[in-house]
């Protein structure tokens, strides 16, 4: 049995990723709230999370190994926590099975415990324990501009990593999803991953033109 294999903790039937947002806290005890795609299982009873090393949600699991992952449709919320620019912390309450913090606005809620960790690659490996949840609720339902929103915001957290022009065209394409289906929500999550984006896209190029001369 492999090292990996060793340390998964359970097995995952029928796994499939889900595009959440995940409460962790800081070692302060302040919340840190950050888009996450784990894997679950069909009943959300194990969870295998994979966050970059160099991620907080990442520092906060090791650290604490406890954290709360959310269903939600708020893809403004999503939006601004993936490039970290939440302007105020959404409305929280603690989490009671867990030391931790639960989303209010969300439509469900599980709160888990770390079972164990995978940190050898860059892109770790962190297999979860769901001990407590709860329903708010209901999701709003399919919409393709609150799917758009999601991609974008992938998007906008792999620009540096992503070239330049592929991340401007696929915002282009997304963008026709958001006009034609999205409510105001859906708009400003939007309009905010673009010039957000494309004032990321600007600080690059200077960088990098700044580089070229010296
Ligand atoms: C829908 C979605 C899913 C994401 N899933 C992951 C993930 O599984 N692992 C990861 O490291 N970052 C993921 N990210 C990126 C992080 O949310 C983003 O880089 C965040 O700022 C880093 O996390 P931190 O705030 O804990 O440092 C995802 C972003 C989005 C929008």
Known sequence: MSQDSQNAGPT???????????????????????PMGP?????????VLRPFRTSVTYANLKRSGAGVLHVTDDVELLARAAVGRLDQLPRL???????????????????????????????????????DR???RDFFGFNRAKHAVVEAAILATRVGLLEA??????????????????????????AFL?????????????DTAEKAVR
């Open 165 to 190: 022009n592929h991340i401007r065209s696929e915002l282009e394409r997304l963008a026709v999803l958001v006009e034609k289906t999205g409510g105001h929500q859906e708009r400003r999550a939007f």
């Open 93 to 131: 309450v603690p989490a009671e099975a867990i030391e931790g913090a639960i989303l209010a606005d969300a439509c469900r809620w599980y709160a888990f415990h770390v079972v164990s960790l995978d940190d050898r690659d860059e892109r770790t490996r962190i297999v979860a324990r769901v001990v």
């Open 12 to 34: 995952l039937p029928d796994g499939m990723l889900l595009e959440g947002i995940v409460t962790t806290l800081d070692a302060d005890g302040s919340p840190h709230i950050a």
């Open 194 to 206: 673009r010039s957000h984006v494309s004032e990321e896209l600007a600080r690059l190029a200077s």
């Open 134 to 136: 709860g329903r708010l």
């Open 39 to 47: 894997i679950v299982d069909a009943e959300f009873n194990c969870l």
